[in-house]
């Protein structure tokens, strides 16, 4: 899967993100607890970061779906904590 914004930057951050999701897919699946510690200390850090660089992007160009975005965001935040 793909998503594009056609920003190339937080496009490039959405790969990023999508393959770290099958890293952790495969960690759970295999039962690798050790395989799944990095790659969730990394999200803590990547997602505050990403998300508040896209965020800034939405409100920069006005997008109207700001307010549900931010809120997804959010939901996944607590999710990775």
């Known amino acids: 899967m793909k998503i ?7 496009d490039d ?3 990023e993100l999508l393959a770290l999701d099958t890293q ?3 960690a ?3 039962n690798s607890r050790k395989g799944m510690l990095p790659i ?4 803590e850090h990547y997602v505050v970061d990403h998300f508040h660089e ?8 006005d997008y109207s779906g700001y307010d549900l975005h931010k809120q997804e ?9």
Do not use: N
């Open 54 to 61: 896209e965020e800034t992007l939405m409100q920069t160009k």
């Open 24 to 26: 952790l897919d495969k």
């Open 40 to 43: 969730i200390e990394f999200l």
């Open 4 to 10: 594009k914004i056609g920003h190339d930057h937080i």
């Open 73 to 81: 965001h959010m939901m996944f935040q607590q999710a990775v904590k």
């Open 28 to 30: 759970i699946s295999t």
């Open 13 to 15: 951050h959405h790969e």
